[in-house]
């Protein structure tokens, strides 16, 4: 049931709850301001008192599906002493997200400005990682660790978005998307 008076600051949180649902529904072709703000119960100029335009919306959810992303990176990277197994479960994780989340994976990647610090903080997660594991000496200090980090990433991405995309079991990926990733880092990074 639409709400129609909020608290400071809650209506800007649901508008960006009902941005995420409507993009889970119906993706970002049918997506708009109105529909939101209908959803949230609210007039149709109520959402420009938080965002500029349907892009600043977007990269509101995009900024909140970064720092999920971050948390879950960081859960992840903690779970385990080990640097190599760190690498691989990282990249689980990452393809995991997609899956668990595929349209805000989406629109983290297709929002026009950048999502600001938060994208960057949880790439940091990985780029650590790769710290960790090339003064382990797990991986080879060659190249740097901010350009390793950037091809371990470059490569998860495309994996996570070959494997979102129907029948991707043509191009070979029928298998769980943590054992693709796994798989996939092993062979990269020669683990």
């Given at each position: 049931m639409p709400r129609t008076s909020y608290h400071h600051g809650a209506l800007r949180q649901a508008l960006i709850d009902g941005a995420?649902?409507?993009?889970?529904?119906?993706?970002?072709?049918?997506?708009?301001l109105n529909e939101v703000a209908r959803r949230a119960g609210v007039s149709t100029s109520a959402p420009y008192r938080h965002f500029e335009n349907r892009d600043e919306l977007l990269t509101a959810v995009a900024a909140q599906g970064y720092e999920t992303l971050r948390q879950s990176l960081e859960r992840t990277a903690a779970s385990t002493a080990d640097a190599t197994e760190r690498l691989l479960r990282l990249g689980g994780a990452y393809v995991r997200f997609s899956h668990d989340h595929p349209d805000l994976f989406v629109t983290m990647f297709r929002s026009k400005p950048d999502a600001g610090p938060?994208?960057?903080?949880?790439?940091?997660?990985?780029?650590?990682?790769?710290?960790?594991?090339?003064?382990?000496?797990?991986?080879?200090?060659?190249p740097s660790a901010e350009l390793l980090a950037t091809s371990i990433w470059?490569?998860?991405?495309?994996?996570?978005?070959?494997?979102l995309r129907q029948p991707h079991e043509r191009f070979g990926?029928?298998?769980?998307p943590e054992d693709l990733a796994t798989s996939t880092l092993s062979a990269l990074l020669g683990l």
């Open positions: 995420r649902e409507i993009l889970a529904e119906r993706g970002h072709e049918q997506f708009s938060v994208g960057h903080e949880s790439f940091e997660v990985l780029l650590r990682a790769v710290a960790d594991a090339q003064r382990e000496r797990v991986l080879s200090t060659k470059a490569t998860l991405h495309g994996l996570a978005a070959l494997s990926m029928s298998a769980p």
